[in-house]
T-cell receptor, first 118, second 110 residues
Framework: EPEVTQTPSHQVTQMGQEVILRCVPI?????FYWYRQILGQKVEFLVS????????KSEIFDDQFSVERPDGSNFTLKIRSTKLEDSAMYFC????????????????FGPGTRLTVL | QKEVEQDPGPLSVPEGAIVSLNCTYS??????FMWYRQYSRKGPELLMY????GNKEDGRFTAQVDKSSKYISLFIRDSQPSDSATYLC??????????FGAGTRLAVHP
């Protein structure tokens, strides 16, 4: 069964450093997402991406964050200058569509990257 | 008022019990409702997807949406130890964004 994969599974970085979290969405999916989950808190939407553009972003997704689809398979989240409060589990998700049926807009999640900022 | 409220539990039940998990939401415009299951240190996995009001059944799982009360439920029949996980309700906001509840931690003990 196709699945979303993410690397690394755990990233430790120093405050102020840049990190890039990588995701390989399901191959025929067109819409890509990043969510984060701070320990003990809700899963929160960060950004959605379609056709090489951000289609929606949350208040959390400020200028320190950026996303990119550098090639036909990868989808990345970059945090330019990490803060302690960026420590969280980051989930990538993908969907085939956003409209048009019961299942084609289902978002499938990867296993997550645990980011620890020291 | 928070958009989605979900009791975080934990909920502990014996094997074979019927489990009822619930969420309430504030925005009557929501039309698409989901239940995800999340095992420890894993990503959320879609369990049930419901559009508008009504019931949907899949094996031991039943999802119920009552839009008049802004209340969604997930029932698990004949619960198994393998059902032990965190259950997240999620609502779709617009085209892209999922809004999650806090998650209810369920433990099914043999």
């Amino acid at each position: 069964e196709p699945e979303v994969t993410q690397t690394p599974s755990h990233q430790v970085t120093q405050m102020g450093q840049e990190v890039i979290l990588r995701c390989v969405p399901i191959s025929n999916h067109l819409y890509f997402y990043w969510y984060r989950q701070i320990l003990g808190q809700k899963v929160e939407f960060l950004v959605s991406f379609y056709n090489n553009e951000i289609s929606e972003k949350s208040e959390i997704f400020d200028d320190q964050f950026s996303v990119e689809r550098p090639d036909g398979s990868n989808f990345t989240l970059k945090i330019r200058s990490t803060k302690l409060e960026d420590s969280a589990m980051y989930f990538c998700a993908s969907s085939e569509a956003v409209w048009g049926g019961r299942y084609t807009d289902t978002q499938y999640f990867g296993p997550g990257t645990r980011l620890t900022v020291l | 008022q928070k958009e989605v409220e979900q009791d975080p539990g934990p909920l502990s039940v014996p094997e074979g019990a019927i489990v009822s998990l619930n969420c309430t939401y504030s925005n009557s415009a929501f039309q698409y409702f989901m239940w995800y299951r999340q095992y420890s240190r894993k990503g959320p996995e879609l369990l049930m997807y419901t559009y508008s009001s009504g019931n949907k059944e899949d094996g031991r799982f039943t999802a119920q949406v009552d839009k008049s009360s802004k209340y969604i439920s997930l029932f698990i029949r004949d619960s198994q130890p393998s059902d032990s996980a965190t259950y997240l309700c999620a609502l779709r906001d617009g085209y892209n964004k999922l809004i999650f509840g806090a998650g209810t931690r369920l433990a099914v003990h043999p």
